[in-house]
């Protein structure tokens, strides 16, 4: 964990002296940050609720006391300490908040420096220990998770393995066959000539190269999926254009009526496996897709890709709704959704991000909310066959 995403002091007081006493005190000590006002402090906490470890208000400052201030924090920054500095004249509306649970501890002025430092150490380091709890629940229920969804990949692809073998043998068998029926009818329309049989003799060939080449798309996606439950992969390189079609395919029922998919790019190779590339790609654009909800425009969804030296970088943009700034790290976080209940499991983007980084890929978003999110994916090129 890096020292800038451990739990910090937040300050807040209306006095421009106090706050500099404040910090003079404890600023070598702790990460603080000072705000002026309730309203200053209250936005601040929008902004940074995952690293405010703890709130400590001074009780009097004009439109909001510190009490009303707390309150209020302790709804956008449930897990902060919430601390209050106060006079004791003011004791009545402490004890009363204390008893609410608004407020875990008070300090009557003038505070004692020794005293206020073990408290603000005691605090950050629950905060910090809270926040490791959190952190381990969140990765073992990701694993409890993938577990699951390792074992139904599993039995996904031992009920589609017998299926597609008998598709792909029949298909064989009826190639082998329409070869022969073809030709005698063909000796026949000779003779008896018919446009309307002579025209479906002229499409079967094609029909049946679609069935074989269906069979075997079928059989190699069965596979992977066999391979994937393992923790394998049946491939060390993926081509892009390939991928991504099939990709398109799977989601097409996702994306039908909520936005226009194209794609475009130059025949490419890169070194990530075909499955779970396949697996980034339909989170991306279902997640793409999800987002025009309520926007009240035509849908986009672009997917794109280009060589850049000894890269390729693969883009997946749309223009729906956007991400708010203070989320866009958190939708990488496991567990975290922005959708509603029954919609989101808040495990697409994590796993995205974890399966390009194992190839030593990149992952990277930028959004702007209201006018769409691009996010890019940055892979090491492969040589193609």
């Known amino acids: 964990m890096n020292a800038s995403d451990l739990p910090a002091v937040l300050y807040v007081d209306d006095d421009a002296l106090n706050l500099r006493v404040f910090d003079a005190n404890f600023g070598q000590r702790f990460r603080i940050f000072r705000c002026s006002s309730p309203n200053e402090a209250l936005a601040l906490l929008e902004q940074r609720r995952l690293e405010i470890g703890v709130v400590l208000s001074d009780q009097r400052m004009p439109g909001m006391t510190g009490v009303e201030l707390l309150e209020r924090a302790r ?14 004249a003011d004791m009545q509306a ?11 501890r008070y300090f009557v002025k003038p505070w004692d420096r020794a005293e206020l430092l073990a408290a603000l150490e005691d605090a950050l380091k629950i905060a910090r220990l809270e926040l490791r709890i959190r952190e381990v629940e969140g990765r073992m229920m990701k694993s409890e998770r993938l577990a699951t969804l390792g074992q139904v990949t599993a039995g996904i ?6 299926p597609v073998g008998y598709l792909t043998q029949n298909v064989s068998s009826l190639q082998r066959d329409m070869e022969r029926v073809v030709q005698y009818v063909s000796r026949h329309l000779a003779t008896d000539p018919d446009a309307e049989v002579s025209s479906t003799i002229e499409d079967l060939p094609s029909l049946i190269k679609d069935l074989s080449e269906g069979a075997s798309h079928l059989r190699g996606v069965a596979l992977g999926l066999r391979a994937q439950a393992r ?3 049946m491939e060390a390189t993926a081509d892009v254009a390939e991928v991504v079609s099939f990709a398109v ?25 075909p499955v779970k590339l ?4 339909l989170n991306l654009i279902v997640n793409a897709a999800q987002a025009m909800e309520g926007t009240g425009r035509p849908g986009r969804i672009d997917v794109r890709w280009d060589a850049r030296d000894e890269e390729v970088v693969l883009t997946v943009s749309d223009n729906g709704c956007g991400i708010p700034v203070a989320l866009q790290e958190k939708v990488f976080q496991p567990m975290f959704t922005t959708k509603p209940v029954g919609i989101g499991t808040g495990l697409g983007l994590s796993i995205c991000r974890e399966l390009v980084m194992q190839f030593g890929g990149q992952l990277r978003l930028s959004s702007t909310p209201g006018e769409g ?8 090129r492969a040589l193609l066959p």
């Open 94 to 104: 402490v004890i009363d908040a204390v008893n609410r649970g608004q407020v875990t």
């Open 373 to 380: 999110t691009e996010i890019e994916l940055i892979f090491k």
């Open 157 to 162: 692809a031992h009920e589609l393995m017998g």
């Open 231 to 233: 923790g394998e992969d």
């Open 75 to 88: 709804t956008i920054a449930p897990d902060a300490k919430r601390m209050l500095v106060t006079a004791y």
């Open 249 to 273: 395919k799977l989601a097409r029922a996702e994306v039908r009526d909520r936005a226009r998919l194209s794609s475009n790019g130059e025949p490419l190779r890169i070194v990530f496996g």
């Open 278 to 281: 396949c697996q980034v790609l």
